[in-house]
């Protein structure tokens, strides 16, 4: 069997629909959109959402809330993702990113307290947990808010 010999299976297949190619197509006349209304003209068609005059669904439901279009975002790095790093390695925004904790460099770091240090870093991150900072520098590390 050659590449060119290759073919899909049988009924795998299916042929498209030639519209508008006379009555003897099957689908000719009308091309099987019907008689009249909007969906049988050309370029006529309703956009999404439309319910044909009835109120639409996205403006009977309530608004609720708004966007706080200050919100800062932070990327969670926690205690138990630091055992990457050597000991006594000073662990900032380009290290954290270089060990894929970090995908951007405009992204906000804050650390939290999730799991357990035995060895102390120095760490350079935005935010700091009260539990992060404990850990930390009970095992003999600093964390330095910039």
């Not at 669904?57 to 932070?74: A, S």
């Not at 630091?82 to 906000?108: H, I, Q, T, Y």
């Amino acid at each position: 069997m050659k590449l060119n010999e290759l073919s899909p299976p049988k009924g795998a297949r299916k042929a498209v629909k030639r519209l508008g190619r006379g009555p003897g197509s099957g689908h000719g006349k009308t091309a099987c959109r019907g008689s009249n209304g909007q969906k049988s003209r050309s370029g006529g068609n309703i956009r999404p959402g439309y319910e044909g005059g009835q109120m639409p669904l996205q403006r009977r439901l309530p608004k609720r809330g708004f966007t706080n279009i200050f919100k800062k975002e932070y990327v969670i790095v926690n205690i138990r993702d630091l055992g990457r790093f050597e000991k006594g390695a000073v662990v900032d925004k380009a290290a954290l990113m270089e060990a894929g904790l970090v995908r951007r460099n405009s992204d906000s770091i804050k650390l939290l307290g999730q799991g357990v240090i035995d060895y102390p870093l120095v760490l350079k991150v935005d935010r700091c947990s009260r539990s992060a900072r404990e850990k930390l520098e009970a095992a003999g590390g600093k964390v330095e808010v910039i």
